[in-house]
Every structure is written in structure tokens, then in C-alpha cells.
């Protein structure tokens, strides 16, 4: 993923979503202090891929005035999205192209 690239935004009169893909940890924390900074976003909201450290280096990089969470489901919502990741090579070699 190509964080420039692969990106877009909603916005309506009340709301502004930023939809952003990133390539791995790093790149969402770069990422999501830049939305911040740049934006002045007020949440975050991550894919389930991203683990609790994970979250918690971004909650630290974006500091205390910004939430972030993760969009999880229940236990077979789970399994059929990490089904797919897994396919689509988000825990292999062939995810970091």
C-alpha cells in the first residue's frame, strides 16, 4: 500500500472521514500523527489487523486527545476476516509488496 496513493475522503456537512492504507506499523503511526497534526482529527479507527501493541505505539505517537480504536468483530466475524488477510497474504512475504 502507498499511503499517498491509497487514500480517500468522505466528507459531509457534520463529518470527514479519512480513509488511508498503509503498508505496515511504521507507516500507520507516520500516518496518523500527520492526520492529526495536519487534519486535526479527533478518532481513529483500525483495521483488526493491528494488534494491542500496535495500538498502543499509535495512541502514544497521536497523544492524549485523540481515541483510537479498532474495528473488531465477534468471534466468527473474526475468523472469517483473518480467513481472508491470511489469503490475501496479510501475515506473509507476499503482504509486503
Known amino acids: 500500500a502507498e499511503s499517498e496513493k491509497h487514500r480517500c475522503v468522505i466528507e ?11 503498508k505496515d506499523q511504521d507507516q500507520a503511526v507516520k500516518v496518523c500523527k500527520k492526520l492529526v497534526k495536519e487534519e486535526g482529527i479527533h478518532s ?17 505517537a497521536v497523544g492524549k ?7 473488531r ?7 472469517i476476516s483473518r480467513e481472508i488477510m491470511e489469503k490475501e497474504g496479510w501475515f506473509s512475504e507476499k503482504g509486503k509488496e
Do not use: Q
Not at 459531509?12 to 498503509?22: D, E, G, I, P
Open 73 to 79: 468483530g465477534d468471534g466468527p466475524s473474526n475468523r
Open 44 to 60: 481513529i479507527l483500525l483495521c483488526p489487523g493491528f494488534t494491542h501493541k500496535d495500538v498502543a505505539k499509535i495512541v502514544e
Open 12 to 22: 459531509t456537512s457534520r463529518y470527514k472521514l479519512f480513509v488511508v492504507l498503509v
Open 65 to 71: 486527545n485523540t481515541g483510537v480504536f479498532v474495528a
